[in-house]
Structures are given as C-alpha cells and as structure tokens.
C-alpha cells in the first residue's frame, strides 16, 4: 500500500521524464491521502504506458475542477452518503410535513388570464434554462430527446417549440412597453457528452430555428467518479486501468454550471429578474409558464414551482413544506414513495390520502421551476451552485458490504431550495394536468405496462395529450370540437381527439386564440388542423377533414365556411416493425395523408378563403 509519503516516489516509478510530471503530483497526494491508494497499485516501471498516465491525470484535473469542492469534497461527500445509506438513516428525521402555500389556477378564468398578461409583460426580464443532457434510449429512439417530433401532424421536434416559444413570448413582451423594446431572451441548453455534438448540429443544420445565434448558450455537464465500495474507493473503468469509471451527476449541475459560467451575474446587470428552468421533453409547458411567471411577479416568489393536481401515493414527487424540531424550515420536492411513510410517521395515520378536492392536498412536481434572479445569485455565491446530493447504490446482500455495480453521488435541479434561508419565499403554481403536463419519458413496453388510470408518459400519449390540450383550448374559446373517440396504440388506451395543432405565435396565450376565433366554428373528430401564422381568424369554420393554413406575418387570413375531404386516417404501427422509423415506431401510429386542403399566404394584406 502507497502511503502519502511515498507519492513522489511513486511517480517516480511510474515516469521517466520528472519535469512532465510535475503539475500532477499535488493531484496524486490528493487522491492519496483520500484513501485511493489502489488507483496507482497497478502501475508499471518507469517507460511504460507513460500516455495513458497523463490521460489518468487528465481526466482527473477534469473531475476535480468539474465538481464544486474539488475531488476532497466529492470524496468525503461520497463518505458520509454511503454511511448514512448503509445504516438505513432517514434524510427527513425530526421533520414535520404541512401543505405549502401556492396558487391554484383554473384555465380561462378572469384571474387566469390577467396572469398570463402579467406573466408576458415580465418574459422580456427573464432567461430560460433547458436541461438536455439525456439520449432518447429510454424511450426506445436512438437520438436527443429534443430531436423527437413533439407532434407528427407538423413534424416539429420539441426544440423547434422550445424555440419558437421563447421568441412568441419576447415578441408579446416587447410589444406591452412603448421604449421601443429590443430585448433578446437568452436561452440556454444544459448538453452532456452524449447530447452536445447533436444539440448543436441540430441547431446549426435549422438556422437555430428562428433564434439569433447569439441568444443561446451552450452549457456542457461533465460527469462525475463513480464509487466502488462503502469507503467510496473511485472505480476504475473494467476496461482500462488508466480510467476512473464515470456516470452522470444528474440535472441539478445546472445550477453549479449557470455560476461558473457567469451568466447569471451578466442577466442580473441587463436588469433580467426571473430564470426559468424546463425538462427536455414536456410538450404542453409553454401552456403554463405565462401565467406561472405572472404568479412569480405578482407573489414576489423567489422559488416558484410548476404542479399539477396529484392523486394520493400517485408516482409523483409532492411539494411539501417540511419544519425541523430545530425550527429550520423548507419547501422541497418529497418523493412520492418517501411521502406517505412520513406522514404516517408524523401523526397522519391514513398517510397521503386525497383530501375534499379528491386530490392529494401536496400538489404533483413537475420539475419546471422559475428563480427569482437577485437572491439566486445571492444563494450561490454562498453555496457556488453546489446541489444537496443523494447516492442509490444497489447491494448485493442486506449485509450492505458491497454493492451489484459502482454507483455515484446524483443532484436534482428541483432540490435548490434545501439550502435557502427561512426567510425565503418559496411557492408553487397548480395548473390542470391536461393543460401542462405531459411529458415523453417511457418506452412502448414499459408504457403497457403501466396500470390503468395511471399515465403512460409516453410518445403515445404525450402526442395525443397535445391534441387534447388544444381541443379543449378551443372549446373553452366557444367552438364546437367533437368528443374525442377511444382507441389503443401499442399496448395503451388512449383518447384520440380532433389533431389540432398551432405555431405560438399564433395561440401563445388563452387571449390569443379567443380573439382569433370568430363566429360558430366546429371540428368533428376525425379532421386535422395546423395553423401556421400570427393573423389567420376562424370566422365559422366547419371542417371535416384535414386543413393545413400557412402565412406570413404580414398576412391577415380569415377561414370561413365548410371545408371537407377524406382527411388523414391514423394507422395502427407496431413498435417493433423495423420497416418503420424509431420515432413513428415508439408512438404506435402514422398518419396515411389520402386528402387535405392546404393554403399558403405569402404575401402581406387581407387574404380570405371561403370554402
């Protein structure tokens, strides 16, 4: 066993040339004197394998200067989690749930829209954060995520929406102050080594979608070392010794990555005041964040987190305010199997159960959350973005002696608040689940296999939960929209309502699309609609069939009378016919395009069909 005393000898051994070796000795006491000894007890005579050594040394100068603390913190972090999760301790001992305080909304309501007008008027302050670091292997699709098809009547995949989103709401924002509004909303993507190349390929191969170039930044994760044993030993790679074994760290980097990068010290000088952080693959979630900003701005919220209505022991995390025998308190996510014990063991005998409402009184989390930017910074430079961590290490026996494979120290982005002050104002906002939570994370096998009632969380039924979402928009803003028919796609039943699809900038806000539906309009279950434009009016539109409108902004479209033809049929696809594309395959039905009426606008000025 090497002993700190012996590093330089050790190096010595293990290189020839002295003076190439040098800047890595401190790092090799350090790893030493934190017990990792048996990285080194491999290593030959000097003249042997003196590449793969530097590359060692290179990789973990990347893993020390990567994590907040350096490699002694993740170490001796890595320590005491393996402890605690040794001996079965509780990370919620001598803490009391109770419901939070937050906003419950009611979609198109008066107090809703004034929400979503204030929450547009604040977007042009604000700065959006995607976390994107995870493949599509899950979901049975070999590409990023946010390359999939949000929906496949248009074909445009969730960064497309992201996007053109993000530019809607700075448009609108613009547009509600007279100082001749230029702001540019900066978007930033959290990427991996798995999505980093693609992210930007497919950002750069669509012109970024609309985006200038310059409002987006590109923030790489790095990974972290996985732990061999209780004594959190680093793991080499089975297949190189030169290598430490490395996993992600989890979403929660976003936070330690946005102070590094000192982004957030640049928005606070522009006067941005708001930072909204967003999953990869939730196609409904710019339904909620206008009015969700407006609950941030009007509440003063310097956490906010999105919710929906969550069902009693529901597969959800709840948001739970959580009060220590020591006074401390905070509002954080509890995981939705740790939920129920603790209330049960806190004087709530039928533990989470539904209240009056026929839902839990701890709403579900979504893990969309806006910061407010000021105390933000504030917080980090305390903690520099460093996130409460948890480890998950799988044992091979109840001895808890050794663990199946490595395991790693994880972060959650939804965890910032742990850390905050009792003085901070954390929140939340409800919003129905149908209007703002869909999210596309289970492949077709696990989606069947999914009990019914429960929500698939597929490509299948976030698709379709899209159709639903606008159809039912739609009937809020007085058109006649069919019920929609029942039918199954690889394994799940699902409703398949009228395919109704809009670009945001023509529906970005409930205000929008009522002040673009005119007169009876009506849509029966089969037909399609895709509306592609700011300024097209549904002035008693009847349609049976499939409707395809695109304009320029220019353009002033109003689409009257009765449109029918034989429309797109749905086909049935079995996910595992290869003949067929990974995306269309994992959602278990393709559109056969026998007939529809497309029309294209292109230039300015009042433009009618009458059909």
Known sequence: MFVLDEADEMLSRGFKD?????????????????????????????????????????????????????????????????????????????????????????????????LEAAGVKEARNAAFVLVAGGLGERLGYKGIKVALP??????????????????????????????????????????SDDTNALTIQLLESNSYFGMEPSQVKILKQEKVACLADNDARLALDPNDKYRIQTKPHGHGDVHSLLYSSG??????????????????????????????????????????????????????????????????????????????????????????????????????????????????????????????????????????????????????????????????KVGFTVMDTWLAYAPVKNNPEDAAKVPKGNPYHSATSGEMAIYRANSLILRKAGAQIADPVVDTFN?????????????????????NVKEKLRGDSSISQRSALAINGRNIFLEGLSLDGTLIVNSVDEAEVKITGHVQNKGWTIQHVDYKDTSEKEEIRIRGFKFEKVEQLEVNYTEPGKHSLSA
């Open 18 to 114: 002295q003076n190439k070796v040098h800047p890595n000795v401190e790092l090799a006491k350090m790893l030493l004197n934190e017990g990792q000894m048996h990285l080194f007890e491999h290593w030959p005579e000097p003249g042997v394998d003196d590449d793969k050594k530097k590359s060692f040394f290179d990789q973990v100068r990347r893993l020390n200067s990567s994590y907040p603390g350096g490699l002694v913190s993740y170490i001796q972090n890595a320590r005491k989690l393996l402890a605690d999760s040794k001996a079965g301790k509780n990370p919620y001992d001598g803490f009391t749930p109770s419901v939070p305080s937050g906003e419950v909304l009611t979609f198109g309501d008066d107090n809703f829209v004034s």
């Open 150 to 191: 949000r929906e496949t009547t248009t074909g445009k995949c969730f960064l497309q929406h992201y996007i053109e989103s993000i530019l809607s709401l700075q448009e609108a924002s613009c547009k509600m102050v007279d100082d001749g509004c230029h702001t540019k909303i900066p978007f930033v993507i959290m990427t």
């Open 263 to 424: 982004l957030l010290e640049q928005w606070k000088s522009e006067g941005r005041k708001w930072v909204l952080f967003f999953q990869d693959t939730n196609g409904l979630l710019f339904n909620a964040i206008p009015s969700a900003l407006g609950v941030s701005a009007i509440k003063g919220y310097n956490v906010n987190s999105l919710a929906v209505p969550r069902k009693a022991k529901e597969a959800i995390g709840g948001i739970t305010k959580l009060t220590h025998v020591d006074g401390r308190t905070m509002v954080i996510n509890v995981e939705y199997n740790q939920l129920d014990p603790l209330l049960r063991a806190t004087g709530h005998p039928d533990g989470d159960a539904n209240c009056e409402t026929g839902y839990s009184p701890y709403p579900g989390n979504i893990n969309q959350l806006i910061l407010e930017l000021g105390p933000y910074i504030e917080e980090l430079k305390k903690t520099h973005g460093a996130i409460s961590e948890f480890v998950n290490p799988k044992y091979t026996d109840s001895t808890k002696m050794t663990f199946k494979s490595s395991t790693r120290l994880e972060c959650m982005m939804q965890d910032y608040p742990k850390t905050l002050p009792p003085s901070a």
């Open 491 to 511: 394994g799940q039943e699902v409703e398949v309502w009228p395919r109704i699809t809009w670009s945001p900038r023509w529906g970005l806000i409930f205000r």
